[in-house]
Nanobody, 119 residues
Framework: QVSLVESGGGLVQAGGSLRLSCVASIRTFSSYTMGWFRQAPGKEREFVAAIIRSTYYADSVKGRFTISRDNAKSTVYLQMNSLKPEDTAVYYC???????????????WGQGTQVTVSS
């Protein structure tokens, strides 16, 4: 059973920054593709970023968000800069991502952390 625990969400003004963290209980963490998704009210959950050795980003966050990982700590991070009100959503850590063209399958989900950006 994989456990993913997020932290770091909160309320920030537009233009501000937040860093999300996700600690994973995976013995072979370094071999897993990890990522972040988000879900805004009334919208479907959407891909934000993923990392294995390379990084992948949604167009909407490219240049503003940075995904990184520390394999020694089994932790993946999402640094979010220049935040916009439209970034407001519940952000979910995702483990064991697999790419299928433009789509991703996800093996495990975290419980989510709320990010609210005020204008």
């Amino acid at each position: 059973q994989v456990s993913l625990v997020e932290s770091g969400g909160g309320l920030v003004q537009a233009g501000g920054s937040l860093r999300l963290s996700c600690v994973a209980s995976i013995r072979t963490f370094s071999s897993y593709t990890m990522g972040w998704f988000r879900q805004a009210p009334g919208k479907e959950r959407e891909f934000v970023a993923a990392i294995i050795r390379s990084t992948y980003y949604a167009d909407s966050v490219k240049g503003r968000f940075t995904i990184s990982r520390d394999n020694a700590k089994s932790t993946v991070y999402l640094q979010m800069n220049s935040l916009k009100p439209e970034d407001t959503a519940v952000y979910y850590c995702a483990g064991d991502l697999r790419s299928y063209g433009s789509a991703w399958s996800v093996g495990s989900w975290g419980q989510g952390t709320q990010v609210t950006v005020s204008s």
